[in-house]
């Protein structure tokens, strides 16, 4: 069923559904209230043949109430994977009793960036979560900041729930938000108008978003909100931002049509759309202006076309692929280790062997294992 509508997402076989700190947590403890009515629109949607995925956010916060932090856990590192071992149990009971009140079992699934960026554990996951769906169970799904540092993790659960969904193969995202969406300037201002339907996430769709969350508790922006819908639209997925802030807001928005959807805006294969999704590199290719045109239509990324290599990558790693101004043109996965990579830079195939000692292998970065920006 492809999703054109605001409305239409209540009626998605597969949800992914996003809760930020600053929604269900307010002064270290819970909004108890604005939970249970949340917890009643989900179980309704369920009760109409909607599975439900969560992807909630409130452990750190949750966590340095009941340990007196400062800084609301995130004064350090420390602190936050303090926090956050702390939170994480307070924040799976907050669930469990929330879902348990209409005979729905919640599932606590903790994930850190590597679970999703390696090809074998994102399928681990995925099925994980189909099997908990399928049991009727409604997957509760964290960033493990208890053991994820700065290197290592999502930062945000907007695009958390992105990977979610594609791991889910869900049909649809609601992130909720503390605006009713994406306004075309910074909505403090006069004449700040929301944008409903966005076809494609374009440069000058980034440019309208701000960067800081307004509440100070959570780690997402509109930027990353952005960020998550390109992930989502990519994989042939509907993501919508709605207001979270009032009671029953599924209803509220969706019933009054008040947000702003990104419509899916391909149905990639499910390799390319994990390989779209992935989100930490591990080097940057640069290539010629010849090369940009040739990546353009289709082709490989060819040793001949490389002008410069960053970072330290192995075969089979994903790098970053950017053009001669320092423009990003997509992602994929390298066939060379960065040593060889500099060994063969703008070398032909006919002079590679002697640079490799063995006979070179049919590209750089194969088209088959490469998505553009």
């Known amino acids: 069923m492809a999703i054109t509508t605001l409305s239409g997402l209540g009626e998605a076989k597969r949800l992914v559904v996003k809760v930020g700190s600053a929604l269900l947590i307010e002064q270290g403890k819970p909004r108890a209230n604005w939970?249970?009515?949340?917890?009643?629109e989900l179980a309704a949607l369920r009760k109409r043949g909607t599975e439900v995925i969560v992807v909630s956010s409130g452990a750190i916060a949750l966590g340095a109430a009941?340990?007196?932090?400062?800084?609301?856990?995130?004064?350090?590192?420390?602190d936050a994977q303090a926090a956050a071992s702390v939170g994480q149990v307070e924040l799976a009971r907050l669930w469990s009793d929330a879902f348990e009140t209409h005979g729905l079992v919640a599932a606590q699934m903790l994930v850190t960036i590597d679970d999703l960026e390696d090809r074998r554990r994102y399928l681990n996951a995925s099925a994980t979560l189909e099997r908990l769906l399928v049991a009727g169970a409604i997957p509760?799904?964290?960033?493990?900041?208890?053991?994820?540092?700065e290197e290592i993790r999502f930062g945000d659960n907007d695009r958390l729930a992105a990977r979610v969904a594609q791991a889910a193969q869900a049909q649809g995202v609601l992130l909720l938000s503390d605006v009713d969406g994406l306004?075309?300037?910074?909505?403090?201002?006069?004449?700040?108008?929301?944008?409903?339907?966005?076809?494609?996430?374009?440069?000058?769709?980034?440019?309208?978003?701000?960067?800081?969350?307004?509440?100070?508790l959570g780690s997402g922006g509109m930027l990353a909100k952005l960020q998550a819908a390109r992930i989502a639209e990519r994989a042939g997925i509907a993501l919508a931002i709605i207001n979270g802030i009032h009671e029953a807001p599924i209803s509220r928005a969706l019933d009054a049509g008040r947000g702003t959807l990104f419509l899916p805006q391909g149905d990639e294969s499910a390799r390319k759309a994990w390989l779209s999704g992935r989100l930490a590199p591990s080097g940057v290719l640069t290539v010629d202006a010849g090369c940009t045109e040739a990546l353009a239509d289709g082709a490989s990324l060819l040793a001949a076309g490389l002008t410069e290599i960053e970072g330290d990558f192995r075969r089979g790693d994903l790098v970053a692929i950017h053009g001669a101004k320092g423009e990003r043109l997509g992602q994929g996965l390298v066939e060379y280790t960065s040593e060889e990579c500099r060994a063969i830079l703008g070398l032909r195939e006919d002079m590679q062997a002697e640079k490799l000692g063995y006979a070179p292998r049919a590209a750089v970065v194969h088209r088959d294992h490469m998505v553009r920006a």
Not at 35 to 40: G, S, Y
Not at 66 to 77: T, Y
Not at 197 to 211: L, Q, R
């Open 35 to 40: 939970l249970a009515t949340l917890a009643q």
């Open 66 to 78: 009941k340990l007196g932090l400062p800084k609301g856990g995130r004064g350090s590192l420390a």
């Open 140 to 149: 509760v799904v964290n960033e493990n900041d208890s053991v994820a540092t």
């Open 183 to 216: 306004y075309d300037r910074d909505p403090a201002q006069n004449g700040a108008a929301l944008i409903e339907t966005v076809e494609g996430v374009t440069p000058e769709i980034i440019a309208m978003a701000t960067g800081g969350s307004t509440s100070g």
